[in-house]
């Protein structure tokens, strides 16, 4: 390994350290459609699933078997049929679902099993756990169209799956339902991995499928969205959206409301795509949550690292006056934060001078990752409404690199004679900063 590499990787693993505790004993729902059980690089995948087990993430598995039903209603020279979306299952079908599903559920465990030396799941034991987790209803007779044995959820054995994943069994719920009077349906395997999610309240429901992420009109991806912004962005695309793209935007959209706390829509041929999501802070799919995880709030004593490590780059280029762990301790009352998944990505301060009516905005950064997102701009209306509830009329900056940025916003060149007595005593001549003063 090149020490390019070992530098490379140590800062990965260092970047993904954070999550691997906070994904610890979290509960995550993952679906998945029969075509990624059928790819070739599906064992990759179950090695994924098997490290975040290991990791002590609660999975429980819900995947689909479309492509394999289909082969086999194609071997019998049987119909396929399908209405609104959903499939009509005679008795043939359902032999073929019953067959399909029961072929899936064992590759998977199979796989799960795997623990050859040199193999990535070499001496980890996985035990599966599968069985009748989901009591289902008839849909009956809609449209004047009888779906004979297609199904829909009717509940969720929430406590028996919630006492697997406890053991530390890995849970499978396949897409199959039985009333009680001891019937089989065919289930929509997204419908079921909605409701396990719903009714576990799991921490995750993540997605793999084949139009994700979600992109803007531009092509850009859209890597989060708030249940609002996923509403907004479903009623404006819902003419151009593909139908499985758009029925899993809404079942996100309707289980974040319910409590799940987010929905990931990741790209299935993407190879590592979970752990991609899971442990990079920005991920690679479309995240859709309840509330921005991002978080504007005021600074504490824990956060004086984070920031630490934020400005340091910046004073050593001279842009930040140096603030020692101490300095910057004493003043974090100062100090608001924007934090990002428990890292504080950008920062900015207020001094208030009450006695002439004035505020200094101070150490305004902001990661250079987040940059382009209108972060800075956020901190320092935040700052300015905080000068103004303080009976503040004015706040100024002193800046060598950003005049023009504090110009663009209002901020207007001043003598240094406009500063508070107290501030013009502390100007340090060597640096030459200059002064901006902006009327609130």
Known sequence: MTPEESAQFVGWFRQSSPYINAHRERTFVIGFGGEVVADASFPHLIHDLALLSSLGVRLVLVPGARPQVEERLRERGAEIRYVNGLRLTDAAALQCVKEAVGCVRL???????????????????????????????????????????????????????RERLQRGDVVLVSPLGYSPTGEIFNLNAEDVAFAVARELQADKLLFLVDDAPLQDSAGNPLRELTVQEANDYLQAHADRLPESMARLLAGGIDVCRRGVRRVHLLDRRQDGALLLELFTRDGVGTLLMAQSFENVRPAVIDDVGGILRLIQPLEEEGVLVRRSRELLENEIGHFTVIERDGAIIACA??????????????????????????????????????????GLTRVFVLTTHTAHWFQERGFVPAPLEALPVARRKLYNYKRNSKVFVKEL
């Open 107 to 161: 590759e998977i465990e199979a796989l799960l099993s795997m623990g050859l030396a040199n193999s990535p799941m070499a001496g980890y034991r996985i035990r599966v756990a599968s069985g009748n987790f989901v009591t289902a209803r008839p849909l009956g007779v809609r449209d004047g169209v009888d779906y004979e044995h297609t199904g829909e959820v009717r509940r969720v054995d929430v406590e028996g799956i």
């Open 349 to 390: 301060a207020l001094y208030p001078h009450p006695g002439e009516g004035m505020g200094e905005i101070a150490c305004v950064a902001v990661h250079p990752d987040y940059r382009r997102g209108g972060r800075a701009d956020m901190l320092l209306q935040r700052l300015e409404r905080q000068a103004r509830g303080l």
